[in-house]
């Protein structure tokens, strides 16, 4: 039976979060009817008995194998009933009628083909990754704090929508994977999240697919969530997995928009990046307090593996197994 929205969240090692997601919906100013299914990405970390408890409603799916963020969803995908979708993190809160404001939007909106929403973090800052603009070798090698804080409006980063804000709806490249409401037959057409990712890129991915289909993406400001963000890994991960894996990702997304070449050229402007980066971080450690001295060797470890990955010698990356989940 068809029904308005299905709320897809893939669980990993989450969930006190999960919980709290949960109840936010619940307990938040929706309207919509829905359905909301949680795939647990073989984290067996006792969300079933959870659910079965707290949530007895919710639709559970248990993948017996990690087959990544791309695959879990398209796994949760397969038994929704909506005819809209929202693809959710497990550490998100809904804020009053975030769910109901997104899917009016998709809903009239122009062309609209998925929406997203102003995600804020924990201390209810402006979150600025909830958009993107589509990956180029030259705003990637640009990815740089300080540049972003200084020029926050710069057409580079594609975050102009969240410092102007007119109560309106704004036309954006991508998506934050976060909170992204998708039409359902748009969703399938374009073929699904890819699983060329494991982890990382898939919201661009799949932003870019909509985009090549003939349809927009919009950022809607006065829907608001709270994305608290490393729910389900840290990220002071003394291996860089997660650094590695988004660097990795971002080459597969090259490969397959731009071409081997290009991907190629993106990779030679990492090693360039981190060349210079580690450079400055050498020169700055030792006039730098002790307090400092963590983060200052923290980031000369990240910026020696993200080398290493940009010369072919973190191996791993590349035999990931990626579920299709499909």
Request: aromatic residues 12%; proline residues 2%; hydrophobic residues 40%.
């Amino acid at each position: 039976m068809k029904i308005d929205l299905s709320i897809i969240i893939v669980n990993w090692n989450s969930v006190e979060y999960l919980k709290e997601c949960i109840a936010s919906i619940q307990n938040g100013q929706i309207s919509t009817e829905y359905e909301i299914i949680v795939v647990d990405s073989a984290s067996f970390d006792g969300c079933a008995e959870m659910l079965k408890t707290r949530f007895p409603d919710v639709i559970f799916v248990q993948s017996k194998e990690n087959i990544g963020f791309a695959g879990s969803n398209n796994l949760g995908y397969k038994y929704a009933n909506g005819d809209t979708l929202l693809f959710l993190n497990p550490d998100t809160e809904i804020i009053g009628s975030a769910i109901d404001t997104m899917y009016t939007g998709l809903s009239t909106l122009k062309n609209a083909g998925a929406v997203g929403c102003r995600l804020l973090n924990s201390d209810m800052s402006l979150q600025t990754s909830c958009i993107q603009p589509f990956p180029t070798i030259l705003n990637q090698f640009l990815d740089i704090e300080l540049l972003k804080r200084v020029f926050p409006k710069a057409k580079l980063w594609g975050l102009k929508p969240l410092f102007f804000s007119s109560g309106k709806a704004q036309r954006i490249d991508a998506i934050s994977g976060a909170c992204l409401m998708i039409k359902s037959d748009i969703f399938k057409k374009v073929g699904l999240f890819s699983t060329d990712y494991f982890m990382y890129s898939e919201d661009v991915d799949l932003c870019y697919m909509v985009n090549k289909a003939g349809y927009l993406a919009y950022y809607i400001d006065e829907a608001k969530v709270v994305h608290h963000g490393g729910g389900s890994s840290s990220k002071k991960e003394e291996n860089h997995f997660s650094n590695i894996l988004l660097k990795e990702s971002r080459s597969i997304f090259f490969s397959k928009t731009e071409g081997k070449t290009y991907a190629s050229l993106y990779k030679l402007s990492t090693a360039l990046a981190s060349i210079v980066r580690l450079s400055a971080l050498l020169v700055l450690s030792p006039l730098l307090f002790t307090s400092k001295k963590d983060s200052i060797r923290y980031a000369i470890k990240k910026w020696h593996k993200i080398l290493r990955w940009s010369l072919g010698l973190e191996h791993w990356c590349k035999d990931l197994e990626y579920g299709t989940g499909k």
